[in-house]
């Protein structure tokens, strides 16, 4: 059994990986540049960071399995199917991961947590601390999807006293945690909105210009989904020129996140490079890990993978 897995991986997040699965399986771990030269001798395919297309699958002979993490957005699921690969998303593993990631987000932005920590390791005078900050308590969060995310978000939030506010395009979706709103009345009352959906061509850049005009002036924004559903640049321009109040940000439209890229240099911006969902290590998630496993071994089993996006 190949496994091959593509994305960027330090040294140590890889030997943590191939531990994670059976020693009688072969894993690589590559670069995403390398695809197509090892390609070909793969059973199963955990793609990061390329495009499992028709053009991809041509040169993939042995291919019976594509396993993603949450987000599926990179595979031609039409393409697997015509191939007889399965594919299938993890979708809800790292649902309490995620949502954890998003409340730390939440609470070192309004408690100035990345600020203060810089102040007292610089050994800077306290006499001179000038900054504004806030409890979560009594505020609004707004959840653009009510998913396995967002539901625990809400949760989460529910016990810091926050008001909840949810859109979702399922209008009959479980909603008791929160209140369902359409989107425009979630961006105009929320001082926290949340991105917690899919990444396809009608939520590429969902927020743009538009959307952040109508956010109120000290908001915060958070993404843990995918940076492409965010216009980068417009929401660039809004943090800089104080249009909103901050950004928390996991996720970036090209990743990884350009050593240029300005958002590295916004005092009002916290970043973290794509770990929201796994965080037992740099590129590692336990649980998640554990699901493809056993996902592996039903399809080596001639079963039906869980989580499957398709029908053979």
Known sequence: M????????????????IQAFPNEWSVKVIEPELIEE???EADVLIPEHIQVNSQLLQKAKKLKFVQTGAGYDNVDIDACSKNHIWVSNAAGVNANAVAEHIIAF?????????????????KKDETQLSYTGGELFGKTIGTIGLGAIGKRVAELA????????????????????ATLVELEELIEKSDVITVNIFLNESTRHLVDRQFLSKMKKDALFINTA???????????????????G???LDVFENEPLSLESELR?????ILTPHTAGMPDGMKFHQKRFQFFIENIKRVLENKVPFNHLNEL
Not at 2 to 17: A, H, Q
Not at 265 to 269: A, G, P
């Open 246 to 248: 901050g950004a928390c």
């Open 158 to 177: 529910n016990a810091f006293g926050m008001n909840v506010l949810a859109y979702d395009i399922n209008k009959n979706i479980d909603h008791k945690i």
């Open 226 to 244: 995918r940076g492409p559903i965010v216009c980068e640049p417009d929401l660039i321009a809004a943090l800089k020129n104080r249009e909103i």
């Open 38 to 40: 090892y390609i070909s």
């Open 265 to 269: 240099q916004l005092e009002n911006v």
């Open 2 to 17: 190949n496994i091959l897995i593509t994305g960027y991986y330090s040294e140590g997040s890889k030997r943590r990986v």
């Open 106 to 122: 939440m609470l070192s932005y309004f408690k100035n947590i990345p600020y203060l920590d810089h102040f007292m390791k610089n």
